[in-house]
């Protein structure tokens, strides 16, 4: 199956096959990133426009920085500092979007929706780059490609996801995603964060970590989102590590060659011990990084070829 999509707003839409394109591109550009020479024409005269309503630095310079090795002219706009402060509708921000031109928009928005509101009022591919707590896409296919090629396979693990599932977008699209590749996934955590409705996702919900990391090939930590949370969700960062942050003991209990990852930025000793986050043998966090350049470089590549058939069928007529 080809990539059909017009935009990426989330995994939802996605086809397990459409997954695996995403991904096996993906793999020519971390071969692509690690040569001297890291550049390609994939999107030479495009136009990218990064739109990031949330603060952002590993996800914005991730986006601008795999535009740009594909030849891409990016643009970054300070939505902090915009008219959107001034008044505007996120309407009147797609009208004059539209007059730019643009071929592909990036956006964080931290409305759940927002993302998908624009892309129905704009003339060119949306990336969701985040949204509220709906979905962080090119996250969980980083993450995907991360797993596929530590383990071997992206199909029957065991997973467990730990921590802040309650505010967590990381945590939503990777649910999505790694059940559609028939994986069984756990959730760790207290129940203030780990709500009993997830279970609508087929996953297991456990509130003790050594419970739930027994004999799974990936554990994956979630940071405390504390600018998202307004009550007391737990009792203490000291108490919340003790009970849920990721230890040499906690550990132990997973196979013995799983693997641990985190989305970042990390809260050190609180989701997460800094030697288990430093450990070359089990920490796949680095990789993570580097994996999310290369994916965000395949999602533009394959969302312009779409744009690019399009626009050329509009003009000869055709229907595609």
């Excluded at 740009?68 to 009208?95: C, H, P, W, Y």
């Amino acid at each position: 199956m080809a990539f059909r999509q017009k935009h990426l707003l989330g995994i939802e839409p996605l086809h397990p096959e459409e997954i695996k394109t995403i991904l096996d591109v993906a793999e020519t550009y971390v071969d692509l990133n690690r040569q001297a020479h890291k550049h390609s024409d994939a999107l030479k005269g495009l136009t990218q426009i990064n739109m990031f309503f949330e603060n952002s630095t590993r996800t914005q310079a991730s986006f601008e920085l795999a535009g740009k090795r594909l030849g891409a002219d990016v643009m970054n706009m300070a939505m902090q500092a915009s008219s959107i402060k001034k008044g505007e509708t996120l309407i009147d921000t797609a009208l004059t979007l539209n007059a730019m031109h643009p071929d592909l928009l990036v956006v964080r928005h931290p409305h759940s929706g927002a993302v998908d509101l624009l892309a129905q009022k704009v003339n060119c591919a949306v990336l969701n780059a985040g949204d509220g707590k709906h979905e962080h896409p090119t996250q969980a296919l980083l993450d995907a490609l991360t797993i596929r090629r530590a383990k071997g396979r992206l199909h029957r693990l065991n997973i467990a996801i730990c921590g802040d599932v309650t505010h967590s977008r990381v945590a939503r699209s990777n649910l999505i995603l790694l059940g559609k590749m028939e994986n069984r996934v756990r959730l760790v955590g207290p129940p203030t964060l780990v709500p009993s409705q997830f279970k609508e996702f087929g996953c297991e919900i456990y509130d003790n970590m050594e419970e739930g990391l027994k004999d799974v090939d990936v554990v994956m930590m979630l940071r405390l989102q504390k600018e998202r949370m307004d009550g007391g969700f737990i009792p203490s960062e000291r108490e919340y590590f003790h009970r849920y942050g990721l230890d040499a003991a906690k550990l132990a209990h997973a196979k013995p060659d799983a693997i641990v990852m985190h989305p970042g930025p990390m809260n050190r000793g609180v989701e997460i011990d800094g030697t288990i986050a430093d450990d070359i043998n089990r920490s796949v966090i680095q990789e993570q990084v580097e994996m999310g350049v290369a994916v965000r470089m395949a999602a533009m590549d394959l969302l312009a070829r779409n744009l690019k058939a399009d626009r050329e069928a509009a003009n000869t007529g055709v229907m595609v």
